[in-house]
């Protein structure tokens, strides 16, 4: 197609790919850039253009780029940066994403590209193009962008600029002799709109929403009817499911081995009196432990029963609060100390930068700018602060100011699978959003010494880690750019009846405590084969348990031994969630993502010939008893790369 708009007037560019050409008049020609096989190409030219523009005021601009849109629209909006407005004055836009970029160009403001302008249209993917053409009299500013809905395109690229033109001429001329009739835009005045146009609207009601897309979508094909609730749906729906883009993880540098936490924390708490306590959380802290020897040590003294303390399948995790901190802040250690604001202060900065570290390391997974998040979803424990954490990301990540921003907080250990199937909803039901999740989670502020009456804290003390997880969702995956690890296929939340006190946590003057009972594995063992069974009559998917792939969150050992047993599951079935547990312990909301993440990497260096399941569940607990159940979907992508 491109060729066939080529002209012997032609440009050298120093690229062979961006061709421009101009007519045989001056009056009404055109640039053209087609099809740049490097994104950053189209930058040089279009600073080419604005020299040109400047020695040859006569002359009009068209870009077309008929290559895949979301690759060279970065580039484009750097590019707008350089380019003076005065180069893109009067503009055809055919496609949906370059209308930010016009804007930004036209109102020499920043190139931010509006978020429901950031994909390109489902059935336009790869085909966007700009153009610009000297219409017969200097319109204002707020005249000079056309917008050609996606529909139009075809047409409107089967002529070149001048042949454009000339139509609009002919149409012109036939308006007037007809004189009534014919599509004036009485809005503003000018120039007729031909057929395979919309026509104008001022340029601050510019159609930035896909809602806005679907009426003049609508109002081309059917006259002047306005568009269907319907239609208006249909436009702001992605195509196809949400799924996993780029995963992140980060941890802060402080890692302590299992078999040496007991120690130290009895240590830097000065509790090395309580011996009792110490001796349980020895008990529980065991990295492995046959269970067996358990049972046989199960009626003998304290001290036998230590050594044969079951495994915690723990051996290391990661904690921002350290020696130092600690001992810059003593009175963490005693739960009935005031301490809520000093924890929280900590904890507002540290938590955004954890996750800001995982973040960074999602989006380069991703592959895009993080200027083309358009959400952001936040969870996080720590979180008492407003503005609050995602604020801080956002800021952090030099995110757009119109991301749209949620925060998620208190969820606890379902905080990552609530966040990842409420980005589902976002990625889905708006085309072309790209929603960024981070999960950050630091023990600090549930931090407390040895205390009898406590159990609850050395249960924690024996489990809970720190880390954070950041995962790009997004539906419509941009070719070649963007690849999905795991599609989202179903979603859903379950709540335990009658378990409200089994997992709950509290936000006190001295910090966060938090119950939980020892029924925790049980209830779920108990739960969770409904809830897999729900999913896949929903999907009328008929599955055997063994044929998945599995991500369930590693609240504690005897979780996954619960879970493992009720399914029938065979060994290595939860690897990926063991190995988190024992690498991180258990991070809370965040662990989901590490187990994700362990997920691809296993399923990435899989062997010659070796089936791996095509289908997956993803699974969260947390306070209520909540179970957050994903149905996942692997893309042959995934695998061996
Ligand atoms: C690895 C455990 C802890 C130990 O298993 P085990 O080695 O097979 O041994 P036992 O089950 O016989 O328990 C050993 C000891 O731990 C004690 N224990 C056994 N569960 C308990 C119990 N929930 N309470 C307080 N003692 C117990 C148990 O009573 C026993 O004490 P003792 O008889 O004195 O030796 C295992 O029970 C286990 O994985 N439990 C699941 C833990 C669990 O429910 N996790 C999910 C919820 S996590 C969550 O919601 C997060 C909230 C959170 C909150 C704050 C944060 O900072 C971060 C996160």
Known sequence: MIH?????????????????????????????????????????????????????????????????????????????????????????????????????????????????LGGASGNLKGALAVGAWPPRQQPAPSESLLWCPPASFDSAISFSPWEIGKRREAERAGERREEAGGRRNTETNTAPTPAYMDPPLPLWTRPSHPTTQARRRSSTSMGSAPATVGEIRRAQRADGPAAVLGIGTANPPTCIAQDDYPDYYFRVTNGEHLTDLKAKLTRISPLF?????????????????????????????????????????????????????????????????????????????????????????????????APSGDRRLASLLGLSPTVSRTMLNLHGCYGGGRSLQLAKELAENNRGARVLVACSEITLIAFYGPEGGCPDNILGQALFGDGSGAVIIGADPVTNVERPLFEMAFASQTTIPGTEDDISMEINKGGMEYHISNKVPRLLGGTVERCLIDAFDALGVRTKWNELFWAIHPGGRAILDHIEEVLGLDDGKLAASRHVLSEFGNMSGTTVIFVLDELRRRRAVKKEGEALPEWGVMMAFGPGITIETMVLHAPDSLDGN
């Open 4 to 116: 066939d708009l080529l002209s012997p007037h032609t440009l050298n560019t120093g690229d062979p790919n961006l061709v421009p050409r101009y007519p045989p008049s001056s009056q009404r020609g055109g640039f053209m850039v087609g099809a740049p096989h490097e994104r950053n190409a189209l930058c040089p030219a279009l600073q080419r253009v604005g020299g040109l523009r400047t020695h040859s005021p006569a002359w009009p601009l068209l870009l077309l780029d008929i290559s895949n849109g979301e690759a060279v629209k970065a580039s484009l909006v750097t590019a707008a940066r350089a380019v003076p407005s005065t180069v893109l004055p009067h503009c055809l836009v055919v496609g949906e994403a370059w209308l930010g970029l016009l804007l930004a160009a036209q109102r020499r403001r920043s190139c931010t590209v509006p978020p429901r």
């Open 289 to 385: 432990f046959p269970s067996i020897l358990s049972h046989i040590f199960s009626g003998y003294n304290e001290e036998l029963r230590t050594i044969s303390g079951k495994k915690s399948g723990i051996r290391q995790r990661y904690m921002h609060l350290n020696e130092e901190l600690l001992a810059a802040h003593p009175d963490f250690t005693d739960r009935k100390s005031p301490s809520l604001d000093a924890r929280v202060d900590i904890a507002s900065a540290a938590v955004p930068e954890l996750a800001a570290s995982a973040a960074a390391k999602a989006i380069a997974d991703w592959g895009r700018p993080a200027s083309e998040i358009t959400h952001l979803i936040f969870s996080t424990y720590s979180g008492a602060r």
